[in-house]
């Protein structure tokens, strides 16, 4: 049984916002003490990694149009490699932080393809609103993990980084496959 | 000056750890339940999301157990049993720590 859009983009901000909540509270406790349990370290790229193999899921069950198979595609590509980079950092096995670079691209991509796959105008329906409400917050918000790439203890880029997946998933959850921009208010849809 | 009076200065880290116990830890065992309230407030807002509540609507299995508000509360109650607790403890024995050093 296939899950409808807005089901599968519930799902994910559920795990968006697990992700946000996970990196404010390393934010909060500090680097060293949230990675004193080897667990808790592995977590974020844990999650990145089984979002981006969800996304596979996505992509071979998402196959009505080419534009969202390539997207979906896009996407599960770029969580991957993210996940495997952030993985690497926790292991040991890259220690450059220029490293966050990877991310940064991830995002950017992901906006792009946010971007490029949705058809409609900002103002057509809720989803099409979204899709350029999140494109263009993914490309803005790339910005910080390339600013922790740069400057490695900078606290704006870590809370920025970690509140793009709480403004993820309320963006997510707003989604609905058919209805108006804002609800009963109107606007767009059908 | 007279020994039983005087005390050591405390260190800089120390006097750190103190201030900052608090609110730490405070943060990290809010931030779940707030997210608990949320998705409450939510479902209260926003009734008909929850099929539960409303079982003559019908629908599948995804409209009664995926639904935002549900989701929000599962989230923050993921967060408030499974990680949490681990960070408040490990906090603790950080600070416990820095006061020895």
Redesign the interface.
């Known amino acids: ?1 296939v ?2 859009a807005e ?1 599968a983009h ?2 994910a ?2 795990v968006a ?2 992700v946000g ?2 990196l ?2 390393e934010l ?2 500090g680097h ?3 990675h ?2 080897r667990w ?1 370290a592995y ?1 974020f790229p844990s999650l990145v990694i089984a979002s981006s193999v969800l996304l596979w899921v996505i992509t071979i069950l998402s196959t009505f149009s080419t534009m969202h198979l390539l997207a979906h595609a896009v996407w599960a590509q770029a969580a991957l490699a993210a996940g495997a980079v952030e993985l690497a950092l926790v292991r040991g096995k890259l220690s450059r932080p220029t490293w966050a670079l990877v991310p940064a691209a991830a995002l950017l991509v992901s906006g792009i393809a946010f971007l490029v796959h949705e058809p409609n105008p900002w103002l057509y329906s809720r989803s099409a609103f979204l899709h350029h409400a999140i494109g263009w917050m993914l490309v803005v918000v790339s910005l910080f993990p390339l600013g922790r790439a740069i400057q490695l203890g900078r606290l704006a880029w870590r809370t920025g980084y970690a509140l793009t997946f709480v403004l993820l998933a309320v963006l997510l ?1 707003a989604d609905r496959d058919a209805a108006p921009i804002f609800g009963r208010f109107g606007l767009g849809g059908p | 000056m007279n020994s039983d009076v005087a005390t050591s200065i405390p260190s800089e880290r120390e006097r750190q750890g103190i201030e900052r116990r608090p609110w730490r830890a405070l943060v990290v065992q809010l931030l779940g339940p707030i997210t608990i309230v949320g998705g409450l407030v939510w479902g209260v807002a926003q009734p008909y999301r929850i099929l539960i509540l409303d079982r003559g609507r019908g629908g599948d299995l995804y409209d009664y157990v995926f639904q935002g508000p549900l989701l929000v509360i599962v989230v923050g109650l993921a967060f408030t049993l499974l990680v949490a607790p681990g960070l408040v403890q490990d906090l603790a024995s950080e600070e416990r720590r820095g006061s020895q050093s």
């Open positions: 049984m899950p409808r089901t519930w799902i901000a559920s916002l697990f909540l996970v404010i509270a909060v406790v060293d003490v949230f004193r349990r808790r977590l959850f």
